[in-house]
T-cell receptor, first 113, second 114 residues
Framework: KQEVTQIPAALSVPEGENLVLNCSFTDSAIYNLQWFRQDPGKGLTSLLLIQSSQREQTSGRLNASLDKSSGRSTLYIAASQPGDSATYLC????????????FGAGTTVTVRA | GAVVSQHPSRVICKSGTSVKIECRSL??????MFWYRQFPKQSLMLMATSNEGSKATYEQGVEKDKFLINHASLTLSTLTVTSAHPEDSSFYIC??????????FGDGTRLSIL
């Protein structure tokens, strides 16, 4: 069974600092990996999706890397802003599991003004 | 991007009541819809997968008679929590996808059973 771990569970940084969020998974035979943002009491917003054949994806200040062989992904957020405060979740899917998503517990980020 | 609407956003009701939550894909036909449950500060746990026109597939440990799922059309799935009790209080989130495409998530429903 796939297990997804996110470290750290919580992170507090001053505005302007770069954020580094880590995600690890036990079964490396993934189909893709996604990073989501979740605001309190809300659903999920997809940030980046990396296919298993890709090494990284970028969108604005966000960059996600994928090292499938070691079962790791890192989400980088450059020049953090208070509006980046949220919980960030990573999730992986497998073709063998009908593409169902397995989620980590998330990293809760607070960016202090 | 694809839009998934979930309704209601919040429900507070008495123990023993049955509660229905709707999940609609507004601008695409969803062949598959997923229902998740999320406890505070925990991950999303998949409850069941529903394909249009067929019975839902429930994950291990999820009571199918407790959580009734209907996916009658390509744009609507419903989750009914039958005879809800305080331990059913949680945040329920649906998602919709088309074949192997990424899932698009609703805004979730906060269910509180008194």
């Amino acid at each position: 069974k796939q297990e997804v771990t996110q470290i750290p569970a919580a992170l507090s940084v001053p505005e302007g600092e770069n954020l580094v969020l880590n995600c690890s998974f036990t079964d490396s035979a993934i189909y893709n990996l996604q990073w989501f943002r979740q605001d309190p009491g809300k659903g999920l917003t997809s940030l980046l999706l990396i296919q298993s054949s890709q090494r990284e994806q970028t969108s604005g200040r966000l960059n996600a890397s994928l090292d499938k062989s070691s079962g790791r992904s890192t989400l980088y957020i450059a020049a953090s802003q208070p509006g980046d405060s949220a919980t960030y979740l990573c999730a992986v899917s497998h073709r063998s599991n009908d593409y169902k998503l397995s989620f980590g517990a998330g990293t809760t980020v607070t960016v202090r003004a | 991007g694809a839009v998934v609407s979930q309704h209601p956003s919040r429900v507070i009701c008495k123990s023993g009541t049955s509660v229905k939550i709707e999940c609609r894909s507004l601008d695409f036909q969803a062949t598959t819809m997923f229902w998740y449950r999320q406890f505070p500060k925990q991950s999303l746990m998949l409850m069941a997968t529903s394909n249009e026109g067929s019975k839902a597939t429930y994950e291990q440990g999820v009571e199918k008679d407790k959580f009734l799922i209907n996916h009658a059309s390509l744009t609507l799935s419903t989750l009914t929590v039958t005879s809800a009790h305080p331990e059913d209080s949680s945040f329920y989130i649906c998602s919709a996808s088309r074949r192997e495409q990424p899932q698009h998530f609703g805004d979730g429903t906060r269910l509180s059973i008194l």
